[in-house]
Every structure is written in structure tokens, then in C-alpha cells.
């Protein structure tokens, strides 16, 4: 079965603080691992995905296969990084994919 | 740019009403998909399709049925709406195949209110 925990369903911090957002995942094979966000009013779009290795907006994530995490960093949040945040996974030959239940992350000024 | 519409974003139905939610999208991707968004619960997939005319049962079913006519539109029905059915309602599309990145592309989503 392929399982994605968000253990925070809100986490709120100060502009200039460091932000980690969580994510945990069950699956047997090689999984894909996916952020997405959605901002107030907008529709829900891919962040980063694990395979690209890339930083979006600030924002990076490792795939830990040992402790079978997918957390999201940013090392000093912004007012406009406040929105949903969604932590995604694919299994090995699948198309779909299986969403956590959500973070809100909130930054106040 | 991609698109993914859904022709409804606010609905109220009555309690035994059959409703349509409409999705299209101009990407000419294989793959289509209706969730739904509910707080504390996240996207639960519903139903899937890959191509025209196949559909696969998602996560949650029961209740719901689609229809995939054409490649580029893809329903959700709600045969007999009921309370617990009140939510917001996503569609996605995604190509197939080696272009098949894993990303979604999402609508902006269709608010349904069962009363």
C-alpha cells in the first residue's frame, strides 16, 4: 500500500525563520516524491519533485529512503511562501498519485 | 500554457439530485483524474482514466461514477448527491508515457454543497 503522513496540519512561524515542513511516506519499491502548494485563490501546483533535485523558491526537499522522509526546508520563510502544502508520492509504475493530507503553513510578519 | 477547466466552480444541490461536474483540458494528455479536497483529509482520488472509455476506481468509489468520451473530457457524476458528498471537487490531467513526469495539472476546483 502506498501511504503519505503529514504529521502538522498547521504550522505557523515568523517572516526570517526557518521553515520544515514534514512528510513521511509507506511504500514497498522506489517511490516518486512530489511537493505541491496551493495559495489562497489559486489552483494546486507542483512545487518540486524529488528526481530534479531542485530548489523552487527557495525551497528544497531529500529523499531519505532510510527514514523514509520527504521533508520540505527553506531556510528563511517569506510572507507569500504562506499557502497549503501538499506531499505527494508515486509508485513504481503507477500514474496516479497518492496525496498526505495537507500542511498550512502560515508566516506571519 | 496548460489548461484544466472545470465549467462549474460553485454548485448547491438538493439531497437525491444527480449532478454532473464537467472537466476538460487542451493538453492532450492521456491521463485524468477527479479528487476530492476536504480539511483535515487532503485529496482523496475518486476515479481515474488513462485513455477514452477506461476508467479505474481510485480510493474512494462509492457513490460516484465518470464518463470519458472524448480524450479531452472527462465527468464525474453523482448519481443520487448526498450530504456527505459536500466538498470541493479537483481535476487533473497528465500525459502518459516517457513525457510522464508525475505532475498534475490541476483545475481550480468545482464547490459542491449537497443540502
Known amino acids: 500500500a502506498q501511504r503519505v503522513t503529514q504529521p502538522e496540519k498547521l504550522l505557523s512561524v515568523f517572516k526570517g525563520a526557518p521553515v520544515e515542513l514534514k512528510c513521511n511516506y509507506s511504500y514497498s519499491g522506489s517511490p516518486e516524491l512530489f511537493w505541491y502548494v496551493q495559495y489562497s485563490r489559486q489552483r494546486l501546483q507542483l512545487l518540486l519533485r524529488h528526481i530534479s533535485r531542485e530548489s523552487i523558491k527557495g525551497f528544497t526537499a531529500d529523499l531519505n529512503k532510510g527514514e523514509t522522509s520527504f521533508h520540505l526546508k527553506k531556510p528563511f520563510a517569506q510572507e507569500e511562501d504562506s499557502a497549503m502544502y501538499y506531499c505527494?508520492?508515486?509508485?513504481?509504475?503507477?500514474?496516479?498519485?497518492?496525496f498526505g493530507t495537507g500542511t498550512r503553513l502560515l508566516v506571519s510578519p | 500554457d496548460v489548461k484544466v477547466t472545470q465549467s462549474s466552480r460553485y454548485l448547491v444541490k438538493r439531497t437525491g439530485e444527480k449532478v454532473f461536474l464537467e472537466c476538460v483540458q487542451d493538453?492532450?494528455?492521456?491521463?485524468m483524474f477527479w479528487y476530492r479536497q476536504d480539511p483535515g483529509l487532503g485529496l482523496r482520488l475518486i476515479y481515474f482514466s488513462y485513455d477514452v472509455k477506461m476508467k479505474e476506481k481510485g480510493d474512494i468509489p462509492e457513490g460516484y461514477s465518470v464518463s470519458r468520451e472524448k480524450k479531452e473530457r472527462f465527468s464525474l457524476i453523482l448519481e443520487s448527491a448526498s450530504t456527505n458528498q459536500t466538498s470541493m471537487y479537483l481535476c487533473?490531467?497528465?500525459?502518459?508515457?516517457?513525457?510522464?513526469?508525475?505532475?498534475?495539472?490541476f483545475g481550480e476546483g468545482s464547490r459542491l454543497t449537497v443540502l
Open positions: 493538453m492532450d494528455h492521456e491521463n
Open positions: 487533473a490531467s497528465s500525459s502518459h508515457g516517457p513525457q510522464n513526469t508525475g505532475e498534475l495539472f
Open positions: 505527494a508520492l508515486r509508485g513504481t509504475g503507477f500514474q496516479k498519485l497518492v
